[in-house]
């Protein structure tokens, strides 16, 4: 789904050069925010060409291109998924934080579980407070660090990336189920090196944006989204209240 018009973007590749194509003068677009979008050219493409398309939130075009081969029958396919947020992950002695500079100035910090708290698999993998993502969508994630060379590692997404004091490097991750994946600080770092796991847990957009605005409440910023979910939260809160 790709609900505004700055998350899409149209190109035409002949081989020769690659073109941005602009909404209206070069193409049209029906069903914004449905689940099947329809990119219209004003002109038909060239022969060979690709027109490629870029949106971070839509998920029907993922696998082998089903989108774009229905709406650009005849065409050669690429479909390349831009990031739509940003993870800034700083790695620290001993505990990893998270901002999400997106959605406000805020930042959240992720512990390790102590042994009584954690089941008994998950003890060392398990923290306070997850790393929460929407699922189905490209995040690039950048890491640094406060203190020494920490590296964030999330096996399942083959990624394992330098946390260094003063620099900022970068990847990206995406998945296509909602669940949560673990990972472990994988550079020697000094006593506690051991003790700074990484959870990072996928949820639909929707969930996503409710915890959005629950941690921007935290921070004492108004609500981005407004979602559903935050209201009932908050209804909650008030017959807790009144109690
Ligand atoms: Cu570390």
Redesign the pocket.
Known sequence: MVARRDHLQVMLDTGAERRTLKYKTDYTVDGWGEPDLVVSLNEPAPVGASVILRGGRSTQNVAGCPMAKRYFDGCEKEVVLAPTMTLKVT????NWSYGYPDYGDFEIFSNMLPEEEASEELYRFEVDNRVILPVGETIRVTTT?SD????WALPNFAVKID?VPGRINETWIRAEQEGVYYGQ??????V??AF?PIAVEFVSRPAFEAWIDGQRSLAGLDPMFETDSVKLAQADDAGAAAE
């Open positions: 790695g620290r002695q001993w660090a020494v060379i920490h590296s946390a600080c994988s550079e020697i770092c000094g506690n090196h700074m």
